[in-house]
Each structure stands twice: as C-alpha cells, then as structure tokens.
C-alpha cells in the first residue's frame, strides 16, 4: 500500500530565508505532484514531476524527483509573504495519494 | 494548465436528503478521476476512484452505498451524498487526470454543510 510521508508538518520561517521540505513515499512510482492550498480554497497545481532527476522551478520555488530514494524536494528560496500556505505533495501509484501537507507560515 | 470545474462550490442541506456534486473536465477528457474529502486542517484522503464507464473503485471504509459515483462520460464525474448526516459535513474536492500531461487538476472543491 503506498503511503506518502511529508515533514516538516509545520514551519514558520523569516523571510529571505530558505528551507526544503521534503516527500518520502512507500512504493515505486515515477508521478509526484505538489499543491498549495490557501485556507478555505481548492489546490493549486506548482509541478507535476514525471521522471527520475525531473527538476522544475517556479519563481521561488523548485521541485525535484529521486525515484531512487522515492525522495522529493520542494526549495523555497529567499521566503516571501505571500509563500505563506499549506502545500501537499502527492504521488501517483494509480491512484493518487497525499501526504499530510507543510503548513508553512512566512514571518514579514 | 487544464481546467477542472466542481459544482456546486457550497451547498447547505437538510439531513437526510441527498446532495449531487459535479466534476467536469473542461479541456481535456479524463478516463480516470477521484474523489477526496477533507477535514479542517487535516490532508485529502481519497475515497474512491472513478473510471469512465466502469463502477467505481472505493478506498476502505468508504461507503459506496452512501457516497454514489457516476462517471458517465470523458468530461463528467458525479458524487452524489446519499441521505446525508450531519457527519458528512465536509469539503469534497475532485480530481481529473490529463492523459497528455499526466497532470492531475482539481476542481474548486464543495463544502458540505448538513443541517
């Protein structure tokens, strides 16, 4: 059964810093999703990873795929305000499981 | 990216009665979509996957009987909440997958309030 485990659950940060959070899952697949979410609204597509080594960035965002190590990343560098939000990876083993979701919270 | 539509976006019923929630894929046509409830603050868990003319595959512990999936064509999924409890108060979100991108879209969500 494919189980997805994300950490940190939590974190508030400064902003300009950068933090990593990090996706772990139980079963071979090589389809990774991360979302944000805004309270009380839908999710939000950032990247859709289809390969080993996939490698995407958005702004100041990037996310990266180890099937490997069944490992993602997702980089924040240099934090801003508006980052603030709950982001949820997801992996595609058939059908489509997430993790807990980072509740990352920005500090002005 | 593609476009996935969830109607209604809120929905205030009665107990007992039976509440209807549409996915629509707008851009692209999806064999395959899902459907996740979600608690205050907590993560998506999947309650059942729908194939284009073929039953519904339902995660454990999920109800079929309660929780009704159609998926009728390419571009629609429906869930219907059958005699509704307070308890199923919630937000149902719904997913398409792209079959050229492979990307899975969510639709805007439902919150369920069962009165």
């Known amino acids: 059964e494919l189980k997805v485990e994300q950490n940190p659950l939590f974190l508030s940060m400064q902003e300009g810093k950068n933090y990593t959070i990090y996706c772990n899952y139980s079963?071979?697949?090589?389809?990774l999703y991360w979302y944000r979410q805004d309270p009380g609204k839908s999710l939000e597509s950032l990247f859709v990873?289809?390969?080993?080594?996939a490698v995407k960035q958005e702004g100041r965002l990037m996310a990266s795929l180890d099937t490997k190590a069944r490992l993602s990343t997702l980089h924040i560098t240099a934090a801003v305000h508006d980052l603030s939000a709950t982001y949820f990876c997801?992996?595609?083993?058939?059908?489509?499981?997430f993790g807990k979701g980072t509740r990352l919270h920005i500090l002005p | 990216g593609a476009v996935v539509s969830q109607h209604p976006s809120r929905v205030i019923c009665k107990s007992g009665t039976s509440v209807k929630i549409e996915c629509r894929s707008l851009?692209?046509?999806?064999?395959?979509m899902f459907w996740y409830r979600q608690f205050p603050k907590k993560s998506l868990m999947l309650m059942a996957t729908s194939n284009e003319g073929s039953k519904a595959t339902y995660e454990q512990g999920v109800e079929k009987d309660k929780f009704l999936i159609n998926h009728a064509s390419l571009t629609l999924s429906t869930l219907t909440v059958t005699s509704a409890h307070p308890e199923d108060s919630s937000f149902y979100i719904c997913?398409?997958?792209?079959?050229?991108?492979?990307?899975?879209?969510f639709g805007q969500g439902t919150r369920l309030t069962v009165v």
């Open positions: 851009d692209f046509q999806a064999t395959t």
């Open positions: 079963t071979t697949s090589d389809r």
């Open positions: 997801a992996v595609d083993g058939g059908k489509i499981i």
């Open positions: 997913s398409a997958r792209d079959p050229i991108t492979q990307g899975a879209f």
């Open positions: 990873l289809l390969s080993n080594g």
